[in-house]
């Protein structure tokens, strides 16, 4: 379902009413809107104002976050229409129009009904005994309603709400799994960074072993090498050496 502003509109104020139709014209569109600006456009008191964004928020519509002001001491929140939890409310609304629908066409195919030629009420057999097939507004006798165009009206309505839902829950899947796959990417470009990090921390670490320490590093098992021994010189080969030259 695409989630124009008329949609959004007509959405919302299910829920809160005619008394909340300023305050969504101005969430629509935007983010981060604060409270105190949107009592200034709607021109409505901020007590009312927070009663409508909290029952908005009780309904998971809307999100927010909060930052302190420096001078006042006190926490502002800012506000944002949140369009996939849009998006699901209005699939349960019609889910919940569906069942409602199909309790009633149930109740139209089983019960009696009974209606007053001036169309005050439509009472069940139950309730017409009540009153001795009489209308409790008018007192005229009240006769058998023909309820073939009800039924037949109903069995339309319900095709044409089951096929939305049908159509709904298909763009729900295929949005899914568009953010699965974004999701995926995410990780493999996380994990792409993550394996750069370490060689380029490795190749930071790895240093250059000194000549000296060459002997520790060998191998188990392998035979050091001999160790060159150098001869000590006397005192007296000096001296021979010295009178063989003269």
Not at 38 to 67: C, E, P, S
Not at 85 to 107: A, N, P, T, V
Not at 216 to 222: C, D, E, M, S, Y
Request: proline share 2%; aromatic share 8%; glycine share 2%.
């Amino acid at each position: 379902m695409r989630l124009t502003t008329q949609k959004t509109e007509e959405i919302l104020i299910i829920i809160l009413g005619e008394e909340g139709r300023s305050l969504i014209r101005y969430l629509i569109g935007k983010e981060n809107i604060s409270e105190f600006d949107l009592a200034n456009k709607t021109k409505k008191d901020i007590k009312i104002v927070r009663r409508l964004l909290y029952n908005l928020y009780n309904h998971n519509l809307v999100g927010f976050t909060r930052k302190k002001d420096k001078q006042k001491g006190w926490y502002i929140y800012y506000w944002t229409l949140l369009p996939e939890s849009i998006r699901f409310s209005y699939f349960k609304m019609k889910r919940d129009l569906l069942e409602r629908m199909q309790h009633q066409l149930e109740e139209e195919e089983r019960e009696l009904f009974f209606v007053c030629p001036n169309k005050c009420v439509r009472l069940n057999f139950d309730q017409a005994t009540d009153f001795e097939f009489h209308c409790p507004e008018c007192g005229e006798l009240i006769h058998q309603d023909q309820k073939k165009e009800n039924i037949k009206h109903l069995e339309d309505e319900i095709k044409i709400v089951h096929a939305e839902i049908a159509k709904l829950s298909e763009q729900r899947k295929v949005r899914r799994k568009v953010v699965k796959e974004r999701q995926k990417v995410v990780k493999k470009k996380i994990a792409v960074k993550k394996k750069i990090t370490k060689t380029s921390v490795k190749k930071k670490s790895v240093k250059k072993t000194p000549i000296k320490n060459v002997t520790k590093l060998t191998k188990i098992g392998a035979k050091p090498k001999p160790k060159k021994v150098e001869k000590k010189v006397t005192k007296n080969v000096v001296k021979k050496i010295t009178k063989k030259k003269k």
